[in-house]
Each structure stands twice: as C-alpha cells, then as structure tokens.
C-alpha cells in the first residue's frame, strides 16, 4: 500500500506591486498559523521537517513558500526579467509577506524565518506588527553588514562556479549535525539559479538595517524570539543577542551545538529549542 505524506502542495497566484507571481506553497495541520520563510537562495523544502512533525501541526497550520525565483516558484510569466539584475529588496519582501498573509486570510500567524528569513522577523515585527501576533527569527541580527562586498565581488565572479555556493553552505553547519540532513542541506542550494543567491543577499548584506530601530519594536503587539547556533559564523550569536537585547520583551535562545540552518541541518535537535517559543505563543494566545 503507498504510503504518503501529510503535507499538500499547490500554487497560489499572487498579485505584487503590480506583478503577478505564481507561488508555490506547502502545509500541513491545524490551528495558529505558522508561515515559513526559507534562507538566501534555497527553498522551502528546509522546513519538510516541521510539516510533518505531528506535534507541531496538531496545533499549527504551518505553511512553507518558495519565494518568487526559488524552488517551484518561477520568475513570472510576461516580465523580460532575464533582461534586468535579480535583486531582492527589503520593501518588496515585506509586501510578499503582507500580501501572502492577506490572500490566504490568515488571522495573525505566527512567522518564521532563517538567515535573510530571520532579518525579515525583526523587519516585519517593526513595519508590520499588525499583521503577525508573533515572528520567530533564526540566525537574525541587527545588521550584517559590508556583506554586500562579498556578493558584488565574489559570488558574481565569471570563473566562480555554482559549486562554491553549496561548499560555503557546508562550512556554516554544524560539525554535530547529523551528515544525511546537513548534505540534504547542501543539495537544495546546488539546485537554485546562479543570480539567486547574490540577488538575495542584497536585502540580507546591504538593505537589512535595524541598529537605528530595532528599540522600536513593541512586543506587546508583535513579540519577538531570537534564536541563533553557536556554530554559525554568518549571525553569530553574539550579534543575534545584540539584536534580542535591543527589543524590549523578546527573548534571545542560543542552540548550543546548531549551525545556520537548524530547521534543516538537525531538525531533531533544533525541535528541542523551538517547542518552548511554540508553547509559549500558544499561551500568550490564550491556548493554555
């Protein structure tokens, strides 16, 4: 007899300052729902983990997306945008969010996001604290950076191969992770397109700045968690500290042992740090 997953797939067409996109998303499970944001270059598939962990999604609806240009979810149809340089903006991603949120009436979901996915938690709970009771920021930090050197000098250079992506990748997990999950990690970002990955870390190196604002947060609307690994080199945790220090209210974990990618790296371990955030959210909703 087959045997299948609980997650269900399709697309959802998607209107964005004026450009339609057709996204594609994954969910599973009931209840608060829990958007999944994807780091720099890879795709949704990161979170298979959380979709089928059956004490995550007896209480959550957690929906992962492929962001436009990423995984199943093409550049759209009638733009010329092979003719133009990919580059993600922070306002564009925001209004992604916001605009997915309202299309699948969503009533304050929790949001979720690793590397440029856990910047955008920091972002989204001071621009739009209204449309999340809660954002959950993996690997985050304030700023990162003079990163956008790397990006304009290196990862665009015509005699960089697109192996040198994944390579980096395996340098930012962590030496305790177990090897299957953190190859099947380093597999997903040998797949993306070559501008992808640098055209994101326009938004997570250059246009990501919350030094100036990030006191500005108001946890009382929209709360704030941090969590960071002690082996990634990119948000390291002293700067994720940084970041959950200057909120008031919000709460900083470091994941001992973990590396940039924990929701794919070592779901098992990264599991035993994110159901207390979980639980909490489910308390301050009033769930007990």
Known sequence: MARYSDITG???????EGIEYRVYLEEAGSGIPLVCQHTAGS?????????EDRDI???????????????????????RYWEEEYKLTKRWFMTFWVRLVEALELDQPVFIGCSMGGHLAGDLALDHADHFRACIG????????????VWKQWWRHPRLSNDAKPAMMLSLC?????????????WTYSQGAPPVFSGDLNYYGAEHDLRETAHLIDTSKCMLYVLSGDYDWSAYPEASRALADAVEGA???LMEGMGHFPMSEDPAQ????????LDDIVRRSGGG
């Open 174 to 186: 962590s030496p305790h992770a177990p090897e299957e999950n953190v190859r099947e990690t380093v």
């Open 57 to 79: 999604t007896a209480r959550f609806r957690v929906i992962a997306v492929d962001l436009p240009y990423h995984g199943k979810s093409l550049p759209p149809a009638g733009k």
């Open 43 to 51: 795709d949704g598939r990161q979170y298979r983990h959380l979709l």
């Open 251 to 253: 709460q900083y974990t």
């Open 270 to 277: 990264f599991k035993t740090y994110l159901m207390p955030v």
């Open 10 to 16: 399709r697309y959802l067409y998607l209107d964005v």
């Open 138 to 149: 993996l690997e985050a930090s304030m700023w990162s950076g003079d990163f956008d050197r």
